[in-house]
């Protein structure tokens, strides 16, 4: 069967063993290595570079913008960012001058040894302050996105309440395991070669093309081993792949450039900070007669990734919920902080948090129980989102919603017994989700995602796609995919090292799209390979290809149920035949599925997964502290693959989650992160977790690898909300704000307490239906 199994991971022994090599393992002979010089101010002019005396110059080789063969450019959606500084900064630690040497300390010791001399310029550096102001000097921004549906006016008129609410999150940092890092050299013939830790490889080719004004058959990426990513290694690497191969053509050898932890953590990207309003009309039966939302970010000082990010808020900013009418706002603002860029939820985890609180304060003004407000209102087969989008297949939002409260309990214990004095506050909360798979709209159509793979003259099937596997098990699942539709063992198959010069470009390992979209490349490969191997059988046996099969390592004889031969055997003389034998396929996307995409009108996505989180916790009554004693989740992504790897990204995502919840939050002084590392950027260690029940519902799509949804994204969206909703139910404080820290409940209790309204800690009003908001 090999799909629904839990197959033990391809690359697991060797991690296990540490035999596994990432960049920093990598030391080629002769190699140098590079550092940055960068901006000490959040946004002015650069007057003067200086090199002063105690440091033998001599010794270093550097490179400023003017070094660029090509354009100062890393082309992600927009063509704004640049790659070193050129004249102003608007950022701190924006990367100004490039230095390399053949002793890593002493280049280190060199870079902190530049002066630069600047002409500091007004500087906005919150999302407050850029929507004060309106623009942000020197910095682009996307355009801003709307979509409306049904008659608002009249949906309001038909409201008995109106519940008003603004949400607010900050930073997340990614936490990867494995820091930035590359390696570049150039070879003889002119090509400049990179390797390092990524998400997407052709991203960084394109980038490098651009750069040095080469073709692509000039440009070589290879992926290594990368010890996770989140999204924070889909548009950074370009950058530090430029930086390295922008030395590496200055010095004339291979340079490597490995960030430590605080580097990374102060000049890489990071999840957008929010603010979401929610203005819901609801009757007095409980049912949503009308939303408008008002959804802004804080892009930092360029574009990269914002666009998507705002695109995918937008899309999700309905929830899983039905709304005969429905205006949704997106914006996005620049200000002079380090670029946001992509992160696992993509613009969505920001929205789930506001609309599934304020679901919660609405059944709380209304007197109704949260499972059942969600109950009513949810979309269902036949309904249409709220981009018109009519839902067919995969629609499980009822039914992970009710798996979740049962198996976890939810109703006996949100009617425990009031705690003595001194005992912990307990609460449980829910929240309910769901994540599209795929680019959206017709994004899967312009990728067309090709997909490789070769029949080997000793009968494995080799996988050749840009897909890399970051830690979520592309190298097992795809030859799960792949042994299941040749009916062969699972050990016959392997995936190809992602390598630009030798697999082609299957788009980025973004999206939740690798195993629904490139994983159903894979699966149609699988199956015409194989009709192709059981043509030549019968061309060789007699008969047609109807009257054999392929099991196990052998081809079969139907008829007789024996073997003709090893599947080694028979690839060796197919090669010996007619060569190599190899195909390629793109992703076909649906063609019933249309997308506007100027008005966000029309199908966003070829299916939604579906999931539901329940969040137990126990609040410290003296010092406001929360901890999480149970999480429940349960998730409808079709068919389980590999249901221990699937479980493994559910634990990680909530894991992820907690921490956006509860701990992680980024602190900041004049544009400069004030805190990066682990000290004091907490994030939930094992001890914090407690058991995570994953469970899943399974509903197959059909245009899925044997019927399999996206997970990766998924599983983020839950527990942040939830233990928000837990919180509120436990203590009565009104969660408004990410995280929550004890700092942030104490001055929610006591505004509370004052009577105090407080857009910052309390931004919640509510109104009935006359009264004016």
Known sequence: MS????VARKDGPDKVRGLTRYIDDHNPAGCWFGA???SAIPHGRIKNISFPKGTRWDRFVMATAKAIPGRNCVPFLTEDLVLLADGYVRYVNEPILLIAGPNHDEVERAARAVEIDYEPLPAILTLDEAIAAGTTDGCQVPRPLHIRRGDIEEGFARADTIVEGTYRVGHQEHVYLETNGFIAWWEPDGRVVVKGSMQCPYYVQRALKMLFALPGEKVEVIATPTGGAFGGKEDFPSVLAGHAALLSREVGRPVKMVYNR??????TTKR?????????????????TACSVDFVLDGGAFITMSPVVLSRGVIHASGPYHY????????????????NGAFRGFGVPQVFFGIERHVDRIAARLGMDPVEIRRRNLLKPGMRTATGQLLRDGVSAAEVLADAVDRSGYRERSKRPAPGPGEPRRGVGLALYMHGAGFTGSGEARMKSLVGMRLTRSGRVEILTA???MGQGTRTVFPQIAARAMNIDVDQVFVAEPDTARVPDSGPTVASRTVTIVGRVVQQLAETLARRILRFVAEEQGGGPDGYALQGTHVLSREHGTPVGTLADIAARMTEASGDVYLEQGYTLNPDIRWNEETHEGDAYPVYAWGCTVVEVALDPDTLEVQTTQVTASHDIGTVVNPVLAEGQVEGGVAQSIGYGLYEEVHWHEGRMLNPGFTNYVIPTSVDLPDIDAGFVENPFPDGPFGAKGLGELPIHGAAPAIANAIAQATGIDVCELPVTPERLL???????????????????????????
């Open 467 to 469: 897909s890399t596997d």
């Open 747 to 773: 001055a929610a209790s006591n505004a509370a307490a004052q009577g105090a309204r407080d857009d910052r800690h309390d931004p919640a009003s509510e109104t009935k239906k006359g009264e004016a908001t």
């Open 324 to 339: 005969p009418a429905i205006e949704i706002h997106g914006r996005c603002y620049a200000t002079h902080t380090p670029p």
């Open 3 to 6: 799909v629904g199994e839990s």
């Open 36 to 38: 940055t010089v960068r």
């Open 272 to 288: 957008h900070p929010a603010r979401v309003h929610y203005r819901t009309g609801v009757d007095k039966e409980g049912t949503f």
């Open 262 to 267: 605080t580097e990374d953590f102060t000049s």
